[in-house]
């Protein structure tokens, strides 16, 4: 009995110095104010480049602290972005609402030149939430239904041009069922293969095993039946492990099935941390090379991190964003209003 009582005794030690020694905090914290613009699409180019869309039709990029900023209007209005994306030559830009327009712009060099439009759709429900790139040629954007499906964006040919694809490859979406542009990670991607989330009525994960050609959908446990609750992000450390959160916009602190893991490559969702902080997130994100054990996840509601996949968290910061996207395991980009940011992690 000594002996159980001391592996017992000795297992919870070694847990307890297992969390304690992986807490993280920020000792490093660079601001930039973008002003008169909502920032929740950002996409890192190299360690000392980001690029960034946001409201009324401002974009631009921070590059070894200098902040260019350029914007677009069409046919006199300003449009706003949630998506952003880069597929190692151009970055690529797409507005949200009637008409979404996708446009291709150089990152590269003093000035952006003139972006060029390679996709528009005039519709009166058109509404693109997020958008990535598989490889350097092919990419897909998302976003709320038009017809009887999810509005899906394919292109093959680097960006160059973009397809809708049919509803008879996509599941039929369910009545109330939409997505949320709140962070552009809506889709995750590894290999050839991608994952969608949507919320609302429904809170659904849709999975694509061939470039985006064809889809399934599983349902989830995360918090469902409202205008704003389900799915608000997803990411995948590999191709069988992956994490999605969400919540309730309209009730932000509760940590009601708010976030869910899979371990086989999204046919199955199991509910973690049930009923603990946090409650509403943005966007998620697996830090790199702590081979898929530490994640953070950010909101309007703080910052927060986790060294064991998703089981516990701790808040590490009350500061408030919509998205973040790392550059490595040390150093991370944020927007949110009128702001982006860069901090530098330490591990204690």
């Known amino acids: 009995m000594q002996f159980k009582h001391f592996f017992i005794s000795l297992f919870f030690i070694l847990f307890f110095l297992e969390i304690q020694s992986q807490n993280v905090s920020i000792i490093g914290f660079e601001d930039f104010e973008i002003k008169n613009t909502s920032i929740r699409a950002i996409q890192v180019i190299n360690d000392s480049t980001v690029c960034f869309a946001g409201s009324k039709g401002k974009f631009g990029k921070i590059s070894n602290k200098k902040i260019t900023l350029d914007s677009i209007t069409f046919d006199n209005k300003k449009l706003n972005f949630r998506s952003i994306a880069f597929n190692g030559k151009h970055i690529f830009i797409l ?5 979404a327009i996708l446009y291709k712009i150089n990152p590269f060099g003093d000035t952006f030149g003139l972006p060029e439009i390679v996709y528009q ?42 397809q809708k694809l049919a509803c008879e490859n996509l599941p039929s979406i369910i009545d109330g069922e939409a997505a949320f542009a709140a962070s552009n990670t809506n889709i995750a991607i590894s290999g050839n293969k991608a994952w969608l989330v949507t919320g609302g009525k429904k809170a659904r994960v ?4 061939d470039l985006g050609l064809n889809w399934k959908a599983v349902q989830t446990p995360i918090t469902q039946g409202g205008k704003m609750t ?32 899979t371990k086989d490559g999204g046919k199955t969702w199991n509910l973690i941390a049930k009923n603990e902080l946090p409650g509403y ?10 081979n898929g054990k530490a994640i953070m996840a950010v909101s309007t509601e703080g910052m927060f991190y986790s060294s064991n996949k998703g089981k516990l ?18 150093t ?17």
Not at 95 to 99: K, R
Not at 128 to 133: G, K, R, S, V
Not at 206 to 209: A, K, P
Not at 250 to 258: E, P, R, V, Y
């Open 95 to 99: 507005s949200i609402e009637n008409p």
């Open 121 to 162: 759709e005039n519709h009166n429900n058109v509404f693109y939430d997020a958008m990535q790139f598989f490889d350097n040629k092919n990419g897909v954007a998302m976003g709320d239904p038009t017809n009887t499906c999810l509005s899906v964006l394919l292109t093959s040919d680097s960006g160059n041009s973009w």
């Open 206 to 209: 849709f999975y694509s095993d």
């Open 230 to 261: 389900g799915i608000y992000t997803v990411d995948f450390f590999d191709e069988n492990n992956g994490i999605i959160m969400g919540g309730n916009w309209k009730d932000k602190s509760n940590t009601h099935a708010t976030k869910a893991i």
């Open 281 to 290: 997130i943005s966007c998620v994100q697996y830090i790199p090379n702590t």
């Open 313 to 330: 968290w701790h808040k590490i910061s009350g500061k408030s964003y919509y998205t973040i996207q790392f550059i490595n395991k040390n």
């Open 332 to 348: 991370a980009w944020l927007s949110g209003n009128n702001t982006i940011a860069k901090i530098q992690l330490q591990y204690n």
